[in-house]
């Protein structure tokens, strides 16, 4: 773990000597208070100015400095000051194993001070557990402030990776939604647009046909432009979890189910594709199945319509309650052909992603006559 950092290098600096300087003065105005020898008292002056004058270095080089305070108090009570804050500091800005070296060799400089200059009604027994209780205490004071700033660093570092997450998170619930529109858009749209595609194609080969089929063909552009308006709005109102919009009023027709399907055909026959329909699905299964299964049913017939035009497709759903809702839709592979649509090529993989959502399985294949099979199994529970 990487030592912590001063915010104001400056600042502390100063702070630093100015504290020590009051602490080393207080020091030697006592041991003259007590009688010291002038010639004492000037050592102590000079050793308090230099500890003083290393509390910079024992800022940026906590180890290096603290070993040079921690020395002086061999040679003076003026020392000491500096040499407690040193012990503190370098509790605080290293790890624990030097900084008790550095404390270990403060409480034997202040022990070996006793030979030369022992305290007047102080045993040394008594100054042993004084020196060594102070040191500790002054030890675990700057490991317990550098555990703190451990931790508080710590949660900060939690707060902006959890901060992170959320951003994330977010940005994937987005990027999914986006995807559940363009799915939902391009199961609604592409049938009716490729229907839509298919009448216009019908106007613009034959122009000379009787007003009537021509109105007709107008008629069912019109009416497929407005259902596929309707689509729409439902879906973008499903996505957004809506009942009502902004004005108030609940949707206008309800999202297709698997009973839809046979209507959906019926459209598909009016434009013109050959559907063979064999349908022998008992009882109803639940909205988001059979919305499933609708939506895979419209995407068959409108790859069907857009790759093989002329080809017959023959559908077939099957299943009941308790068992499995299966649906396969095969059509024959079609020749180039001038009249197929233009294909984004991403129907079958939101098909694949849709059922899979609901833990179906889908599979698709072409056999060796050249027929195109798609079969998709769907859960049905009881």
């Not at 502390?12 to 010639?39: H, I, K, N, Q």
Request: glycine share 10%; with cysteine; proline share 5%.
């Amino acid at each position: 773990m990487r030592p912590p950092l001063l915010q104001n290098v400056r600042g502390a600096e100063a702070g630093m000597m100015l504290v020590t300087l009051v602490l080393a003065g207080a020091t030697v105005l006592g041991d003259a208070s007590g009688g010291e020898a002038t010639r004492l008292l000037i050592i102590d002056s000079v050793i308090g100015l230099l500890s003083a004058g290393l509390m910079p270095l024992l800022v940026r080089r906590p180890t290096l400095g603290a070993t040079l305070l921690v020395a002086l108090a061999v040679a003076s009570p003026a020392a000491t000051p500096g040499a407690s804050i040193a012990v503190m500091h370098v509790g605080w800005r290293r790890p624990f194993g030097r900084a008790a070296a550095v404390a270990t060799l403060a409480a034997a400089t202040h022990l070996l001070r006793w030979v030369w200059l022992p305290y007047p009604g102080l045993s040394f027994g008594w100054w042993v557990v004084l020196v060594i209780t102070a040191d500790g205490a002054l030890l675990g004071w700057g490991a317990l402030m550098r555990a703190r700033g451990a931790l508080v660093a710590s949660l900060r570092e939690r707060a902006v990776r959890a901060e992170a997450e959320q951003g994330r998170r977010v940005a994937e619930a987005r990027a999914q939604e986006r995807a559940a529109i363009a799915r939902e858009m391009h199961d609604v749209l592409a049938h009716r647009l490729s229907l839509l595609a298919t009448y216009a194609g019908a106007l613009e080969y034959r122009p000379d046909a009787p007003p009537e089929r021509l109105a007709e063909a107008a008629g069912v552009i019109r009416g497929g432009v407005h259902d596929a308006l309707d689509e729409l709005r439902d879906v973008i109102a499903v996505l957004h979890d809506t009942e009502a919009d902004a004005s108030g009023a609940a949707g206008d027709r309800p999202q297709p189910t698997l009973a839809d399907i046979t209507r959906l055909v019926d459209e598909c026959k009016a434009a013109g594709m050959q559907i063979t329909l064999v349908y022998a699905a008992a009882g109803t299964p639940t909205p988001t199945i059979g919305r499933t299964a609708y939506r895979l049913v419209q995407e068959a017939l409108t790859n069907a319509r857009k790759h093989a035009p002329d080809q017959p497709v023959h559908l077939s759903i099957k299943g009941s309650a308790g068992s499995a809702l299966e649906i396969e839709v095969s059509n024959r592979v079609a020749a180039s052909s001038s009249t197929v649509l233009p294909s984004g090529g991403t129907g079958l993989v939101g098909l694949t992603e849709r059922v899979r959502l609901v833990g179906g399985r889908l599979d698709h294949r072409v056999t060796g006559d050249r027929v195109f099979v798609l079969h998709a199994r769907l859960p049905w529970p009881t």
